[in-house]
C-alpha cells in the first residue's frame, strides 16, 4: 500500500512557474514508476508526465513537453513535477499516482496502469 499526497498547486499568472511535489508513504517507494495526471473540469483526467522508479525514463504529454518536468527524489520518497511557462490551458487539478514495478526501467503512462492515486491539488493560471 501507498498513499501519496500532493502539494505545491496554487493561483499563479501566465507565464509563471510552480513545483508540484507528491510526497509517498507506505513501503518500497523506491519500485514505484510514478505519474502525474491532470483532471480540467468538464474533461476526463488526462496524462501529464511519468517516470520510471529507477529515474532513467521518463515521458511527457505533448502540450507540456519542453515546459514540465519530472523527478524523483526515492531517499526522501518524493516525486516533483516542475512545471514552466505555465499557459491558462494548464489550469486543472494534479493528481500524483503510484504503480509498482519489477523492473526499473518502465513507466506508465495510462491511467488504467496505477494503482494508486493522490487526493489532487488545484493549479489555477490566470492570463
Known amino acids: 500500500q501507498v498513499q501519496l499526497v500532493e502539494s505545491g498547486g496554487g493561483l499563479v499568472q501566465a507565464g509563471g512557474s510552480l513545483r508540484l511535489s507528491c510526497a509517498a508513504s507506505?513501503?518500497?517507494?523506491?519500485?514505484?514508476?510514478m505519474g502525474w495526471f491532470r483532471e480540467a473540469p468538464g474533461k476526463e483526467r488526462e496524462f501529464v508526465a511519468a517516470?520510471?522508479?529507477?529515474?532513467?525514463?521518463?515521458y511527457y504529454a505533448d502540450a507540456v513537453k519542453g515546459r514540465f518536468t519530472i523527478s524523483r527524489d526515492n531517499a526522501k520518497n518524493t516525486v516533483y513535477l516542475q512545471m514552466n511557462s505555465l499557459k491558462p490551458e494548464d489550469t486543472a487539478v494534479y493528481y500524483c499516482?503510484?504503480?509498482?514495478?519489477?523492473?526499473?526501467?518502465?513507466?506508465?503512462?495510462?491511467?488504467?496502469?496505477?494503482?494508486?492515486w493522490g487526493q489532487g491539488t488545484q493549479v489555477t493560471v490566470s492570463s
Open positions: 507506505g513501503r518500497s517507494f523506491s519500485t514505484y514508476a
Open positions: 517516470i520510471s522508479w529507477g529515474g532513467s525514463n521518463t
Open positions: 499516482a503510484a504503480d509498482h514495478q519489477f523492473n526499473p526501467t518502465v513507466a506508465v503512462t495510462t491511467k488504467l496502469g496505477y494503482d494508486y
